[in-house]
């Protein structure tokens, strides 16, 4: 009980991270030679699109709760209003995970020209969500760059780079329709899942210990 009061964080960091690994290649590619919605029916139609989303939508209820329980424990020091940020954008971030799995069900109407909307939803969740949670997780990776000590704090560094790509990735792909931008989706989870991991294992660092003033020796 004590290993998950009180590495709890650490153990759901660390499955985050190894279920993006296993579930992150898994997600179909697109090549760009079609339009966004054609792209997108292609996508839904491959066998992999379940497995792949399932496994990358419990990775990210993972790295949210990771996150959640190191807020509430104030288990980072010197980073905490950076995790709370991170840790809030994670877990609305899952909103947009599940309505990515669920856009599968409107691959016939993508093909088709019919209405989609649960995949239109995925869409737009993504276009808002995908900057918010990368720009979170940059700023907490950044803020262990700074604030930690020793070798822990280069954990960060994959957090960074993940995040800045995870922000730019979808917005990037509606500005750049013709663009083939599906190896910045892929850095970015894989980046995403070597931050967990590498945050995971290391832990962070203790709080420095406050001296407690002496009392004077009676004479």
Do not use: C, K
């Amino acid at each position: 009980m004590n290993l998950l009061r009180n590495h709890g964080w650490r153990l759901a960091l660390v499955a985050s991270g190894v279920v993006m690994l296993a579930g992150g290649p898994m997600h179909p590619a697109s090549d760009a030679e079609h339009p966004l919605r054609e792209e997108l029916a292609i996508m839904t139609a491959h066998p992999d699109w379940v497995p792949a989303h399932v496994l990358i939508m419990i990775s990210t209820v993972l790295l949210a709760a990771g996150l959640v329980i190191a807020h509430r424990r104030q288990a980072w020091p010197g980073v905490q209003r950076a995790l709370g940020f991170a840790a809030v954008a994670v877990t609305v971030y899952v909103v947009e995970t599940a309505f990515h799995l669920a856009a599968v069900v409107d691959s016939h109407a993508l093909h088709h020209g019919g209405a989609a909307p649960v995949a239109f939803t995925h869409l737009g969740l993504s276009l808002l969500l995908y900057p918010v949670t990368g720009l979170a997780v940059a700023y907490l990776a950044a803020r262990q760059l700074a604030d930690w000590s020793g070798p822990r704090r280069f954990a960060g560094l994959p957090g960074v780079v993940g995040g800045l790509l995870h922000a730019v990735s979808v917005p990037l792909t509606m500005a750049l329709p013709d663009t083939e931008l599906t190896p910045a989706f892929a850095g970015a989870s894989i980046l995403f899942a070597v931050w967990a991991l590498a945050t995971g294992l290391a832990g962070a660092p203790r709080p420095a210990a406050v001296a407690t003033p002496r009392e004077p020796v009676p004479v």
